[in-house]
């Protein structure tokens, strides 16, 4: 599986990006997929994750009420819609899909990773 991140920029506090990141190879419907952020001289975070049968959705607390995920099977791509966005926002966004359908919070557990998209937050 390939992933490809999109849709990063420079963004006003309190405004709004959709973050892509379409898939090639594999069924992707048999993949949980999710939204993980790094942060400079930070780790890797989760921000949130959606499951691949049915659709389960998990935020990290910090996003909870402003993110939210999806996902269009038919083509092959995971969205995160990220509203009312905050400088602690700032970091680069990466996909990944896990190797199976449960969603899991645990970026260990995950095996394909895209390349990442900036997001910059100004105050």
């Known amino acids: 599986v390939q992933l490809q991140a999109s849709g990063g920029g420079l963004v006003q506090a309190g405004g709004s990006l959709r973050l892509s990141c379409a898939a090639s190879g594999g069924t992707f419907s048999n993949y949980a997929v999710g939204w993980f952020r790094q942060a400079p001289g930070k780790e890797r975070e989760f921000v949130a994750v959606?499951?691949?049968?049915?659709?389960?959705?998990y935020y990290a607390d910090s996003v909870k009420g402003r993110f939210t995920i999806s996902r269009d099977n038919g083509k092959k791509t995971v969205y995160l819609q990220m509203n009312s966005l905050k400088p602690e926002d700032t970091a680069v966004y990466y996909c990944?899909?896990?190797?199976?359908?449960?969603?899991?919070?645990?970026?260990?557990?995950?095996?394909?990773w895209g390349q990442g998209t900036l997001v910059t937050v100004s105050s």
């Open positions: 959606i499951g691949g049968i049915g659709g389960s959705t």
């Open positions: 990944a899909a896990s190797n199976g359908p449960s969603p899991t919070l645990d970026l260990r557990k995950y095996d394909y």
